[in-house]
């Protein structure tokens, strides 16, 4: 057998043997996905076993160099090891907005430091992370940000306020812009910082949304200490490493227009609702809708695979990135319009097992706000007109 061949088996074999049974099944509450970090509570001992068996592989970063915990895998691991988990349908064991944003950047602007300090137990899921980036006034305009650090030596005083924090209350850490310089051009003056966010000053506060649910929050800075060392890149250069950092979560926020290993595709979603007849479904009307969707689906999952390929084979992503977040966002919405179709009025019952707990409607009305979150739809549309078509 070829290596890859090897591969693919030992693969296939740790997975059988080491994937509990149970996290081989679709997702169906908010509990069933793991953030892992301090503050997590496990849905069940299989989903803590799961994490800790994949981080311990390094396989919930399984392109990550092996010398910082990751899996060192290459193209065509990873591929195998997407192709072996999507086989037995298994869940992903740690969602993660330090294996999507800020472990890439400290990838690749991070002191050795801080990679050995961070990336590790982000790969174990110990630490969850969330994103200190828009403000009150700083949304689209983000080099338009207010909140500051002072230099005092060792260290920085940060003071301002944070807003769509998304999960600042249940995270253990926070990768923040500050303005360290005040009289530079707005983007020349911004440095990246990273601080506990059990530091003493720092309050976050849930913001409820119309889903019922709050995981954004406001986050009030206090005069809250930084250590300097815990500067990503240099002092004042941070803007470019936020360019980069907002690249990857456009992407991740583009995924969620794709149907992850361990869910139900909307087509057996419909079969189970709906039912079939020879492997049809009885509704022509909701079949065709079940169709397109699915169609576009596997062209944007084909999209990603390739964007993936072309970023690690060292081309980059750049404004590709504004893209997938635009199409994945529209998908988004458009998965869970349909899903509400399909359920009827059982669905849009708000709480109640008939609906489970209202899950496609609340979820639907979050969805709206993922064309909004990590830079607007019409942002994105204004940044692939000018870098993408070449439009003036």
Not at 296 to 311: G, H, I, K, L, N
Not at 349 to 360: D, I, L, P
């Amino acid at each position: 057998m070829s290596d890859i061949q090897v591969f693919r088996q030992e693969t296939r074999e740790w997975l059988e043997t080491n994937c509990p049974q149970s996290m081989r099944s679709p997702v169906i509450t908010g509990e069933g996905v793991c953030w892992g970090g301090r503050k997590w509570t496990f849905e069940s001992e299989d989903q803590q076993l799961w994490m800790e068996r994949m981080g311990a592989k390094g396989w919930t970063a399984p392109d990550w160099p092996t010398e910082y915990g990751g899996g060192g895998l290459d193209k065509a691991e990873r591929k195998v090891l997407k192709e072996e988990m999507g086989r037995i349908r298994a869940r992903s064991p740690l969602d993660s907005f330090g294996i999507w944003m800020i472990g890439p950047a400290l990838l690749k602007f991070g002191s050795e430091e801080l990679k050995q300090q961070h990336l590790p137990p982000i790969i174990r899921g110990e630490i969850r992370w969330c994103q200190g980036y828009s403000e009150p006034n700083a949304g689209s305009d983000l080099a338009g940000l207010q909140s500051k650090a002072v230099d005092m030596g060792d260290h920085f005083i940060a003071n301002g306020q944070k807003v769509w924090t998304s999960y600042g209350d249940k995270a253990d850490w926070m990768f923040c812009l500050l303005r360290t310089d005040p009289e530079a051009k707005k983007q020349m003056g911004i440095s990246l910082m990273l601080f506990d966010m059990e530091t003493p000053g720092v309050t976050p506060k849930p913001i409820k949304l119309i889903s019922g649910s709050s995981p954004f929050c406001e986050t009030f800075l206090d005069d809250v200490r930084v250590e300097r060392d815990q500067v990503v890149g240099e002092v004042n250069q941070g803007w470019t490493i936020a360019k980069y950092l907002l690249t990857h979560e456009r992407e991740m926020i583009g995924g969620m227009g794709l149907t992850g290993a361990g869910s139900k595709t909307l087509g057996m979603i419909a079969a189970e609702t709906i039912g079939t007849t020879d492997g049809r479904l009885n509704d022509l009307f909701m079949r065709t809708d079940v169709a397109k969707w699915e169609i576009d689906a596997a062209a944007f999952a084909f999209t990603v695979e390739r964007v993936t390929d072309q970023a690690k084979a060292g081309q980059g992503v750049g404004a590709t990135s504004a893209m997938l977040k635009y199409y994945g966002t529209e998908l988004n919405k458009r998965r869970f319009e349909t899903l509400l179709k399909i359920g009827g009025s059982d669905d849009l019952v708000w709480e109640g097992e008939v609906s489970n707990n209202g899950w496609t409607a609340r979820t639907l009305l979050r969805t709206k706000g993922n064309s909004i979150e990590g830079g607007t739809s019409e942002v994105q549309l204004n940044i692939i007109a000018k870098n993408i078509l070449g439009l003036g």
